[in-house]
């Protein structure tokens, strides 16, 4: 007989959009245990499996917590409600919870507290009785218990007949329940115990605000983007880089302020498409796409959208994983744009061999490879590029370079080795052709560091204080390390631009300007600072517009990154470019 044996969801509050997929341990006739289904189209033994989803219609019009939205409310600032800051952003499930994210709550609604008199803050909350309270920080606050989820009689409906379930708005404030029955296959009657889950209340999926694209090649302010949301101008593309965070680094130990349910792959992904289709790019590069997500989201999904692909997976030297969970570059472009001419792919791993095997003593291999062998790659793609001038179609070769390179803050020689081993690969492809060049990723590399010298400036300064990590001697002497690309940081532009602008001002003031580099493109709790880049030879190719930077306080008000609603600890750069060199037909 088949019995489901364990029955639980994946993430305890449904978002809108975000497809459920419960897991369900059954046992087969055969009395063996399998998660794998056994539908009505592929009975098993003369049984199978039925799934009905149903919506529990509950009292909408009670508050849920604006940090923990399967909670209902039990308070409420006052301080919200007087400088008019979105009623749902005002609510609290406990004095706890009201008191432990008081510091990023306040920015809400700037000083809501006052001062007593012996110097200790008061907190003005109001509770779910209606009452004003004073909550102290210095002793433990009471609170009222919290409000009951039932409201007179329940109504439900059916919503669903399959094993999966994707909310609706309409299904936002109720509870969703499965519930799961082996049945005959014949007569479809039940042959077994029925098993039931239900979730939390459902939630709509945040909405940040769209970040805009800001014109430096020109006088206008904005680009002026076509009814398919690209660019107008005639003979430019655009390229976004984004680290999307792999859902195997996405863990509650890491980033234990995002909510559980935000931190989820199937929310992650759904708001991650979403947002990386959003800015519309002629050419993305990815990084951190485990294997199995590119095989089966990333890939089919952009494909949907006109995207051809081509993917890199990490080698497996600094790993024990397997190759689904293993993260890589992916690189995607609009085929309609773009025709793959070369695909090129680096392997520091392999480099780190021929190095050790070439320069280190022997008595240093084995220490040399510990140091120098990680799974860091590059995938280079060189393609033509369709433009059109006044009617007429014309071609363009263009390389693209998409990486990742080692994360350890302290392996400063293995940097800069890999930097230079990456650039002098380039230097054979681009140089020669005289083609463009982007170079795209998460670099792992500050801005000022020796490594980000070596990019931007095509040597080391001798002094530098990286260089005095070297234990194998393979960053000496330091005038070897060079290259001919005539690289640019793209988000310099910003730094760089003269005149008086609102919106670049605004622009100038998120960017450091010792380094011309972004204040940050990665912020966590526990780090916040500038990892990515775009760099295009600026020989070739002039900077037309960017997608303007997000501010530390817009992010801080979250807590960090990732958060609802942004689902990487990165965020996305995206560059609008200009071809200047003479096209061919």
Request: glycine share 6%.
């Amino acid at each position: 007989m088949l019995t489901v044996l364990r029955l639980h969801l994946p993430t305890e509050i449904p978002v809108v959009g975000c497809e459920i997929t419960p897991y369900v341990l059954l046992k087969r006739p055969d009395n063996t245990v399998s998660p794998q289904d056994i539908p009505e189209s592929a009975p098993v033994g003369g049984c199978c499996m039925r799934y009905k989803w149903y919506r529990i219609l509950i009292d909408k019009n009670a508050p849920v917590c604006s940090f923990h939205p399967n909670e209902l409310a039990t308070l409420q600032c006052i301080g919200c409600v007087k400088t008019k800051v979105p009623t749902a952003k005002s609510y609290h499930c406990t004095s706890k919870c009201f008191l432990d994210s008081w510091k990023h709550h306040l920015a809400l609604h700037g000083r809501a507290s006052k001062v007593n008199e012996s110097g200790q803050e008061e907190l003005a909350v109001r509770t779910s009785s209606g009452l004003s309270d004073a909550v102290n920080t210095s002793s433990t606050p009471l609170y009222t218990p919290n409000i009951s989820e039932k409201s007179g009689s329940e109504s439900v409906f059916v919503v669903g007949h399959s094993r999966t379930y994707t909310p609706t708005a309409d299904d936002v404030g109720h509870v969703l329940k499965l519930e799961c029955i082996p049945v005959n296959a014949e007569n479809r009657i039940p042959i077994g115990i029925s098993k039931q889950v239900a979730t939390s209340r459902v939630i709509p999926a945040p909405s940040p605000r769209p970040r805009r694209m800001i014109k430096v090649g020109g006088s206008d302010f904005l680009t002026h983007l076509d009814r398919n949301g690209r660019s107008a101008s005639s003979g430019t593309f655009t390229v976004l880089s984004y680290n999307v965070l792999a859902d195997q680094y996405a863990t509650s130990d890491l980033y234990g302020y995002c909510p559980s349910w935000a931190l989820a792959w199937p929310y992650r992904r759904q708001n991650l498409l979403k947002e990386i289709l959003g800015y519309r790019a002629d050419i993305v590069c990815l990084q951190e796409v485990q294997n199995n997500h590119f095989e089966d989201f990333f890939s089919p999904e952009l494909d949907k959208h006109g995207y051809q692909a081509f993917y890199k997976m990490k080698t497996k030297e600094a790993s024990s994983r397997n190759d689904n969970t293993v993260d890589g570059c992916a690189t995607f472009f609009r085929r309609d744009r773009f025709s793959p001419v070369k695909k090129y792919e680096v392997e520091f791993s392999k480099a780190a061999e021929s190095l050790t095997d070439a320069v280190i003593q022997p008595g240093q291999k084995k220490l040399a490879l510990s140091r120098l062998n990680k799974d860091n790659v590059a995938l280079i793609v060189v393609l033509e590029a369709k433009f059109s001038y006044h009617g007429v179609d014309n071609r363009q070769l263009l390389c693209v370079a998409n990486t990742h390179l080692d994360v350890h803050p302290d392996l400063k020689d293995v940097k800069i080795w890999q930097v230079h081993t990456l650039l002098k690969g380039i230097e054979k492809i681009a140089v020669t052709g005289d083609i463009p060049l982007l170079v795209c990723g998460d670099f792992n590399l500050v801005p000022g560091s020796a490594s980000h010298g070596l990019i931007v400036m095509g040597k080391i300064d001798q002094f530098h204080p990286d260089l005095g990590v070297d234990p194998l001697g393979i960053v000496r002497p330091p005038n070897k390390l060079n290259h001919q690309l005539p690289l640019v940081s793209a988000y310099s532009t910003f730094a760089r631009m003269v005149g008086v602008n609102l919106g670049l001002e605004l622009q100038r003031r998120k960017m450091d300007p010792t380094t011309n580099e972004p204040l940050f493109t990665s912020c966590t709790r526990n780090f916040i600072g500038t990892l990515d880049y775009i760099f295009y030879s600026a020989d070739t190719l002039s900077v037309e517009s960017l997608l303007e930077l997000l501010d530390e306080d817009s992010l801080r008000k979250d807590t960090a990154l990732p958060s609802p609603v942004w689902s990487s600890d990165h965020i996305a750069l995206l560059a609008e470019f200009r071809c200047q060199t003479r096209m061919w037909r």
